[in-house]
């Protein structure tokens, strides 16, 4: 058992090191309980299909998980022209985190399913738990990056650029991957 909490834990860091980035941007932008849900509503959604994975249901094949990248190129396209600032309506809203959250851990199911198929029934609940407090940690370091003031100022005085370019960017690697 101790070695599968170990797994668990190399495994999200390993698959969401980049997350972090993402996060600060979200946290720099939006309310921070807008951006745990989302977060928690994304992982809670790669962790669901990844266990679906491991026991041999797959809704995506895996030639087709790369095109999951069209959605942060479609949501850094709309930021490009959406010059409001009410979040709910620019696509950084809970569901808009949770769809980057998805599209930027379509590699994390690659991981993961191997990762659950290879665990018995209490190792994986044991896993999910250790999912969920991975990701309050990595809200919690998104949250204190965003709060610095000199990346603080930064991000705002940016956003409007740094937010469209990450995510079609961040698309594109996910399309070309």
């Not at 941007?25 to 990844?50: H, N």
Request: glycine share 10%; proline share 4%.
């Amino acid at each position: 058992m101790p070695s599968s909490v170990i797994t668990s834990i190399v495994s999200f860091i390993g698959t969401n090191i980049d997350d972090i980035f993402i996060l600060t941007l979200f946290f720099a932008q939006c309310k921070a309980l807008t951006v745990v849900l989302g977060q928690y509503l994304g992982m809670g959604a790669l962790v669901g299909v990844s266990l679906l994975g491991a026991f041999g249901l797959s809704f995506i094949p895996e030639g087709y998980i790369h095109w999951l990248g069209v959605i942060p190129i479609l949501l850094g396209v709309k930021a490009i022209f959406d010059r409001r600032e009410d979040e709910s309506k620019s696509g950084t809203g809970v569901f808009g985190i949770a769809l980057i959250t998805v599209a930027n851990g379509a590699d994390n199911i690659g991981v993961y399913i191997p990762l659950f198929a290879g665990y018995s029934l209490p190792e994986s609940l044991l896993a999910v738990a250790i999912f969920a407090v991975m990701t309050a940690l990595w809200c919690f370091l998104g949250k204190k990056l965003a709060s610095l003031p000199w990346l603080s100022a930064f991000l705002q005085k940016y956003k409007r650029v740094i937010v469209p370019v990450v995510f079609i960017a961040l698309g594109a690697y996910i399309l070309l991957g």
